[in-house]
């Protein structure tokens, strides 16, 4: 593992994926029909990883499909992905036009989707972080080193295809004990949570199902906030350095439907989004900047470097 990937992570943004189309099936001759009419009877479909519980999710970005209808004067509408991996594949299907995408998962749908472009994301998304959380049990304290003690401890990963639940966190680990395979490194091979994102690590920790974990910073601490459980079961023991996360993607076919402006009106819709708004609930971030597919290159590279896609 070499230095100069983090350092190129460090100066990347945060990229958001965000699929368009006008048809789940946008290879078939139904939907070049459907793509051929008027812009006003489309409608725009919003996706997101399920970083958090599903009912909880919807409820908030229908509230950010509200604040697209009315801004961008298109018909907008929120479509539930199961996984990271289903909202990937949604994209890429041109079933889902514009997708809140972690760092990784955009990554992969734009290079899935040829034309796509990360536009936007939260004003903390270019120096995001982890945390690396003990259940209390285990008499782990918080440190500013890298806890070497958790290669004894049984720990979980958040999705496969998490950023801050399984990229960084696997980079951070390499990084810190010599380049040795984590499956090899831990005593006990580490799990995954295959769903409920990062609410279901901490509860995984809290619970004492997995000894130790790791999951995005915001979620950690806001669940420590609203959960009791987490709050008294949990303790967060380790930061890491910052990288590059969460992103807003568009797919191409939004120009041929909407017009060539069409990416420029989304940015500028989802910038303009107010402080403290319930649009800007969806994403847990109090504001919006712009963003570009280039400012992920870093996350690209780590992802090659770590073994977790192809170029």
């Known amino acids: 593992m070499k230095k100069r990937t983090f350092l190129a992570i460090g100066l990347a943004a945060s990229a958001a994926l965000a699929t368009f189309s006008c048809s789940p099936k946008p290879a078939g001759e139904e939907a070049k029909e459907e793509a051929s009419a008027p812009a006003a009877e489309q409608t725009f479909f919003l996706s997101a990883i399920p970083d958090e519980k599903i009912t909880d999710q919807k409820v908030k970005f229908d509230n950010l499909a509200a604040y697209l209808t009315k801004t961008l004067g298109v018909k907008t509408e929120f479509v539930f992905s199961k996984d990271y991996a289903d909202a990937v594949t949604k994209f890429k299907n041109g079933e889902t036009h514009l997708v809140w995408f972690g760092g990784l998962s955009g990554v992969q749908a734009r290079m899935a989707v040829p034309g796509s472009e990360a536009i936007a994301q939260g004003k903390a998304d270019p120096q995001y972080k982890s945390y690396f959380i003990a259940n209390k049990n285990t008499g782990l304290k918080p440190s500013p080193d890298f806890p070497a003690a958790i290669q004894e401890k049984t720990f ?44 279901a690590t901490a509860n995984a920790v809290a619970d004492g199902t997995y000894e130790t974990g790791a999951l995005n910073y915001k979620t950690y601490d806001s669940l ?49 989004a107010p402080a403290g708004s319930d649009a800007l609930k969806a994403i847990n971030r109090e504001s919006i900047i712009p963003a570009k597919s280039a400012d992920f290159d870093g996350i690209k590279a780590t992802a090659v470097e770590v073994g977790l896609i192809e170029e």
């Open 156 to 199: 979980t990963f958040g999705s496969p295809g998490s950023t801050s639940g399984r990229l960084m966190p696997t980079y951070f680990i390499l990084q810190n004990n010599g380049n040795v395979p984590v499956d090899e490194w831990f005593k006990t091979k580490p799990g995954f949570q295959m769903s409920g994102g990062h609410v």
């Open 224 to 272: 420590v906030k609203s959960d009791e459980k987490i709050a008294q079961n949990t303790v967060k023991i380790w930061t890491t350095p910052f990288y590059a996360d969460y992103n807003f993607t568009i797919h191409p076919v939004a120009k041929e439907v909407f017009g060539a402006d069409f990416f420029t009106k989304v940015q500028d819709a989802l910038v303009a």
